[in-house]
């Protein structure tokens, strides 16, 4: 197998397809056509009417493959899909299908200690024939994988980001749910950050300006000077799933202070690290960060250039999705063991 590097889309031989059609989820297929055949008229297009989910499969050392929380990944696509007013799939289905997937592409799952995994994207579309601006009759839910390496930047390595004065969610918008809209918001602050040469932008609160929400398409956390793991809290923001997890590893493996809270940017020196965390972004290390004219440098010693307490986290987390460390209960679904149909 070649080396996986990066975060780009290759066509895997198989992927799911299952259509909701008459009020009912009809039989999934696996396909080998990588093209989807849609009405012109179908509402993902026109309105926006769909939504996704990434999670990642793990080749451990012993061979076998780990899914990372599919239960969490299956929950979130539950909301997205109620406030897009979409048909979702239960838990227990949306777990069958991502380990009937990562089965069927099983020799695309990166080598153990490469550091590259199997992206799982899955996706719901509102499709059929519907002009007016309501919830289609037919979706389709799709799940494709892809080998993947680092989002950012290769390994563990610190980046640095801007603010930008665009928002990429309304307070009481879409930000919460997995919405294509809100990536299509998007783009253009992403390209604008890239032109200035940093990595990407960070998104502020779209209420005051005042606090940090996102770290491009992933989440914020900031260790202060007392070692408490701080993360912001806020409606439009999307529940990060790293995320989480990463709160419940400071404070119970750790044994750190941790909290949910604003983050202010004019406050940045409360944090001696801050990091971006997401299942593309892994934990990236933030080394600096630009408001307006004033550029905000995290001062790690010569020795710990990634920050301390981060490293320990990424050594944490990834030494669970890959099977070093033993898990907190029901983190990891081995793909083996769980039957690949309901
Ligand atoms: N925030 C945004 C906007 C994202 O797209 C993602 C990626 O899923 C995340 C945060 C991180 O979420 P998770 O850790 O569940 O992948
Ligand atoms: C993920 O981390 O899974 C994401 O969905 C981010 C992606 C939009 C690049």
């Given at each position: 197998?070649?080396?996986?590097?990066?975060?780009?889309?290759?066509?895997?031989?198989?992927?799911?397809?299952?259509?909701?059609?008459?009020?009912?989820?009809?039989?999934?297929?696996?396909?080998?056509?990588?093209?989807?055949?849609?009405?012109?008229?179908?509402?993902?297009?026109?309105?926006?009417?769909?939504?996704?989910?990434?999670?990642?499969?793990?080749?451990?050392?012993?061979?076998?493959?780990?899914?990372?929380?599919?239960?969490?990944?299956?929950?979130?696509?539950?909301?997205?899909?109620?406030?897009?007013?979409?048909?979702?799939?239960?838990?227990?289905?949306?777990?069958?299908?991502?380990?009937?997937?990562?089965?069927?592409?099983?020799?695309?799952?990166?080598?153990?200690?490469?550091?590259?995994?199997?992206?799982?994207?899955?996706?719901?579309?509102?499709?059929?024939?519907?002009?007016?601006?309501?919830?289609?009759?037919?979706?389709?839910?799709?799940?494709?994988?892809?080998?993947?390496?680092?989002?950012?930047?290769?390994?563990?390595?610190?980046?640095?980001?801007?603010?930008?004065?665009?928002?990429?969610?309304?307070?009481?918008?879409?930000?919460?749910?997995?919405?294509?809209?809100?990536?299509?918001?998007?783009?253009?602050?992403?390209?604008?950050?890239?032109?200035?040469?940093?990595?990407?932008?960070?998104?502020?609160?779209?209420?005051?300006?005042?606090?940090?929400?996102?770290?491009?398409?992933?989440?914020?956390?900031?260790?202060?000077?007392?070692?408490?793991?701080?993360?912001?809290?806020?409606?439009?923001?999307?529940?990060?799933?790293?995320?989480?997890?990463?709160?419940?590893?400071?404070?119970?493996?750790?044994?750190?202070?941790?909290?949910?809270?604003?983050?202010?940017?004019?406050?940045?020196?409360?944090?001696?690290?801050?990091?971006?965390?997401?299942?593309?972004?892994?934990?990236?290390?933030?080394?600096?960060i630009l408001h307006e004219d004033k550029l905000h440098q995290f001062k790690h010693s010569n020795e710990h250039p990634i920050g301390e307490l981060t490293q320990k986290l990424y050594t944490l987390l990834t030494g669970i999705q890959f099977g070093d460390i033993?898990?907190?209960?029901?983190?990891?679904?081995?793909?083996?063991?769980?039957?690949?149909?309901?």
């Amino acid at each position: 197998m070649k080396s996986v590097t990066g975060f780009v889309y290759s066509n895997s031989p198989l992927r799911y397809l299952q259509y909701f059609k008459d009020g009912a989820w009809q039989p999934s297929v696996l396909s080998d056509n990588n093209q989807l055949t849609l009405s012109e008229a179908a509402t993902a297009l026109h309105y926006g009417q769909q939504c996704f989910e990434g999670l990642k499969a793990y080749r451990a050392a012993d061979g076998t493959i780990n899914l990372f929380r599919p239960d969490q990944n299956a929950q979130r696509m539950q909301a997205s899909c109620a406030r897009l007013l979409m048909p979702s799939l239960t838990v227990d289905a949306f777990i069958a299908a991502c380990v009937q997937v990562v089965h069927a592409n099983e020799s695309l799952v990166p080598a153990y200690g490469t550091g590259a995994s199997l992206y799982i994207r899955a996706l719901m579309l509102g499709i059929g024939d519907t002009l007016a601006v309501k919830a289609a009759d037919e979706y389709v839910f799709c799940i494709f994988v892809c080998p993947v390496g680092s989002y950012f930047e290769d390994g563990i390595t610190a980046v640095s980001f801007c603010t930008t004065n665009f928002d990429r969610a309304a307070p009481v918008g879409t930000g919460a749910a997995k919405a294509g809209g809100n990536y299509a918001a998007s783009l253009l602050p992403n390209k604008q950050a890239l032109g200035q040469g940093f990595k990407d932008c960070i998104y502020l609160d779209p209420q005051t300006h005042t606090k940090i929400e996102e770290v491009g398409a992933a989440n914020f956390f900031g260790i202060t000077h007392h070692n408490e793991f701080v993360t912001p809290k806020s409606a439009s923001i999307l529940p990060s799933i790293t995320k989480y997890s990463l709160l419940y590893l400071a404070e119970h493996v750790l044994g750190l202070a941790v909290a949910e809270r604003d983050c202010f940017i004019d406050n940045l020196d409360e944090f001696k690290e801050a990091g971006a965390c997401g299942t593309a972004a892994v934990i990236t290390p933030i080394k600096s960060i630009l408001h307006e004219d004033k550029l905000h440098q995290f001062k790690h010693s010569n020795e710990h250039p990634i920050g301390e307490l981060t490293q320990k986290l990424y050594t944490l987390l990834t030494g669970i999705q890959f099977g070093d460390i033993n898990p907190p209960q029901g983190w990891i679904v081995k793909v083996e063991q769980v039957p690949q149909a309901l």
